[in-house]
C-alpha cells in the first residue's frame, strides 16, 4: 500500500519484534516501515539489523523523545500518508492498511486520523465517523503535507500531556480534521507497571503547563494556569502532593525550552479546539 508505516522505539526489543513481525505480515503490508530508535540502543539496532532487515533505520545518540522520533520519521517518510506505531502498539487485524487507504480516500481532505483501541476501549460505542481533537500518537495516521505546515512536535523526553495535543491543536488552527474511523483498530500492548511512576507523573504535570505557555496566546495564559492548577488539585486529591515541587522545578527548567518553542495560534481556535476535545462531532462520509 502506498503508505509508510512509522515506529517509534526505545530500548524494548522483544516488543518492536512482535509490532514488525504483525506489519510485515499485514496484507498488503504498507509501502515501507521506518524506525527511530530513540537513544541508539545497540541491542535495538541490532535487532533491527539481523532480524528485520526490511526495516529502514533512524536514530538518534541522545533521548529525543516521542515527539522528536516522530518529526524525523514523518519527514523521511515517501509516502504522502504516515502510518505512526509505537514499538508496543501494532494492528489489530491484517487488513489494517487497506481499511486506512479506504478512510484516507472517504476523506481525501483530511490531516490526520485517529485509531480506536481495543486494548482500552471507550465507555461508549462510537460512530463510525468522529471529528475529535486530537489522535493518540500510538495509533495514528497523519498527511505528511499538513505536518510540515505546522512546527512539528515539542521533542520532551517525557511527553505525556503535551506530545499529540500540541500537534493536534496547530492542525486546528490550519483548518486540518482529526477523524476517528472505527474501522482503524490498534492494540497497545502498554503497562505502567515496569516503569517508575513518579517521573511519568513529574512531566505529565509539568505538560499540563508547559502546552498553553507554548501553544495559547497572551489573552488566554490565564486560562492554560487555570487547568495546570487544576491538574495540580486532582494529584493532591489523588495523595501525589510530593511531585508538585519537582513538577515546578521541571517547569521552570524548560524556560530557554519554551522561549525556543513558543508559537502561540489565535484565540478562537484554541477555544475551538477545546470545545471539539469536550464535544466530538459524529460525521457522515464525504465520498464513496
Not at 112 to 139: E, R, T
Not at 168 to 186: D, M, R, Y
Not at 192 to 211: E, H, K, V, W
Not at 234 to 257: C, E
Request: net charge neutral; hydrophobic share 40%.
Amino acid at each position: 500500500m502506498p503508505l509508510t508505516a512509522a515506529v517509534t522505539a526505545c530500548h524494548r526489543t522483544t516488543q518492536l519484534h512482535h509490532t514488525l513481525s504483525t506489519l510485515t505480515s499485514c496484507n498488503p503490508p504498507p509501502q515501507e516501515i521506518l524506525v527511530h530508535v530513540d537513544g541508539a540502543s545497540p541491542e535495538v539496532i541490532d535487532l533491527l539489523r539481523h532480524s528485520h532487515p526490511e526495516v529502514q533505520i533512524l536514530s538518534s545518540p541522545s533521548s529525543i523523545g516521542p515527539g522528536g522520533a516522530r518529526n524525523r520519521l514523518n519527514n523521511e517518510a515517501a509516502s504522502d500518508w504516515i502510518a505512526h506505531f509505537d514499538d508496543d502498539s501494532f494492528p489489530v487485524a491484517p487488513d489494517y492498511f487497506t481499511n486506512a487507504q479506504e478512510v484516507i480516500n472517504t476523506f481525501p481532505t483530511a490531516a490526520a486520523f485517529a485509531a480506536l483501541f481495543p486494548s482500552h476501549p471507550p465507555a461508549h460505542p462510537q460512530p463510525a465517523f468522529l471529528n475529535v481533537a486530537a489522535f493518540i500518537g500510538c495509533g495514528h495516521l497523519i498527511n505528511k503535507s499538513w505536518f510540515q505546515k505546522t512546527q512539528g512536535y515539542v521533542p520532551r523526553p517525557l511527553a505525556y500531556n503535551i506530545e499529540e495535543v500540541d500537534v493536534c491543536l496547530q492542525l486546528h488552527a490550519l483548518g486540518g480534521l482529526c477523524i476517528q474511523a472505527s474501522t482503524l483498530q490498534v492494540w497497545h500492548d502498554h503497562s505502567f507497571a515496569n516503569r517508575p511512576a513518579d517521573p511519568i507523573a513529574i512531566a505529565t504535570l509539568a505538560n499540563t503547563f508547559l502546552f498553553p505557555l507554548i501553544r495559547f496566546p497572551l489573552p488566554l495564559l490565564p486560562l492554560g494556569l487555570f487547568m495546570g492548577l487544576r491538574r495540580s488539585l486532582s494529584v493532591i486529591r489523588q495523595g501525589n502532593s510530593h511531585i508538585l515541587l519537582p513538577a515546578l522545578i521541571d517547569l521552570f527548567r524548560t524556560l530557554p525550552f519554551l522561549h525556543q518553542h513558543r508559537k502561540p495560534v489565535p484565540s478562537r481556535s484554541v477555544l475551538s479546539w477545546l470545545k471539539l476535545r469536550r464535544n466530538p462531532q459524529p460525521l457522515l462520509a464525504t465520498a464513496p
